[in-house]
């Protein structure tokens, strides 16, 4: 009996120091803590050192992440070279034509009346050497002899095919007729101390007669202007 128990007691030691040590390497594993990273500094322009643990080896992997600098400029291909851009020359403003110059030479006169020192008897050469050429020339259409129209502006001129002056037309008060010194926007009573008593007064039209011509003024009756002066063959 006592060999039997020595001989078990012989076997259970080992076991037991065998047990111990296999704890003692469990409980070592358990409290070893993993291992440290040293930060590194990173470089000028970079993101702080990320680190990344391999599972096979436990190894530290050391990846370097670029670093935006959100007050960094982004070049533009537009950006300004510090050249100014080629200046446009303005462009040429286009000369206005000049308005003919009114020489009044003689006044209106009913015996031999004239407009803008014109007759009924003068040419077209006598117009255009006086007035230069017209602003304008068209044809107003009559199947017995069209009017051929030089347009001034200020005024207008027309001649029949045969040459001979129809009418006289003044169009602003800018310009002296030649009438005493009236001028289109004067009233009724203006006229008759330019020109005395009218041959005609009806409606608001006087006319003043003369022995191949005829004055026409045309009068607006709510502002009592004169708005129409024309001298045209009887």
Same mark, same amino acid.
């Given at each position: 009996m006592?060999?039997?128990?020595?001989?078990?007691?012989?076997?259970?030691?080992?076991?037991? %120091?065998?047990?111990?040590? @296999? *704890?003692?390497?469990h409980t070592s594993?358990?409290l070893?803590?993993? +291992?440290a990273? !040293? =930060?590194?500094?990173?470089?000028?322009g970079?993101?702080?050192i990320?680190?990344?643990?391999?599972s096979?080896n436990?190894q530290a992997t050391?990846t370097?992440?670029p670093?935006?600098?959100p007050?960094?400029?982004?070049? %533009?291909?537009?950006a300004? @070279? *510090?050249s100014k851009?080629?200046?446009?020359?303005e462009s040429?403003? +286009?000369?206005? !034509? =000049?308005?003919?110059?009114?020489?009044?030479q003689e006044?209106y006169n009913?015996?031999?009346?004239?407009?803008?020192?014109?007759?009924?008897?003068?040419s077209?050469?006598?117009v255009?050497?006086?007035?230069?050429?017209?602003?304008?020339q068209?044809?107003?259409?009559?199947?017995?002899?069209?009017?051929?129209?030089y347009?001034?502006?200020d005024?207008?001129?027309g001649y029949?095919k045969?040459?001979q002056l129809?009418?006289?037309?003044?169009?602003?008060?800018?310009?002296?007729?030649?009438?005493?010194?009236?001028k289109?926007?004067?009233s009724?009573?203006?006229i008759?101390?330019?020109?005395g008593?009218p041959?005609s007064n009806?409606?608001?039209?006087?006319i003043?007669k003369?022995k191949?011509?005829v004055?026409?003024?045309?009068?607006d009756?709510?502002?009592d202007?004169?708005?129409?002066?024309?001298?045209?063959?009887?």
């Amino acid at each position: 009996m006592i060999n039997t128990t020595t001989y078990a007691a012989r076997w259970l030691v080992p076991f037991i %120091l065998i047990m111990l040590i @296999t *704890g003692c390497k469990h409980t070592s594993e358990a409290l070893d803590p993993a +291992p440290a990273i !040293t =930060p590194t500094t990173s470089p000028a322009g970079t993101t702080p050192i990320q680190a990344s643990k391999d599972s096979n080896n436990e190894q530290a992997t050391i990846t370097p992440q670029p670093q935006v600098n959100p007050n960094d400029k982004v070049s %533009l291909a537009s950006a300004e @070279t *510090g050249s100014k851009p080629e200046e446009v020359p303005e462009s040429v403003k +286009p000369t206005a !034509t =000049p308005k003919p110059k009114i020489d009044i030479q003689e006044t209106y006169n009913q015996t031999k009346p004239t407009l803008l020192g014109l007759t009924l008897k003068t040419s077209p050469d006598a117009v255009t050497s006086k007035y230069g050429k017209p602003k304008e020339q068209f044809q107003m259409e009559d199947d017995a002899d069209p009017i051929t129209v030089y347009d001034y502006s200020d005024f207008m001129v027309g001649y029949n095919k045969q040459n001979q002056l129809q009418f006289i037309d003044i169009r602003s008060s800018e310009i002296n007729p030649g009438l005493n010194g009236l001028k289109l926007g004067q009233s009724t009573s203006d006229i008759y101390k330019a020109l005395g008593k009218p041959d005609s007064n009806t409606s608001y039209v006087l006319i003043y007669k003369s022995k191949d011509a005829v004055l026409k003024l045309d009068i607006d009756p709510k502002t009592d202007k004169l708005n129409s002066i024309k001298l045209f063959t009887e």
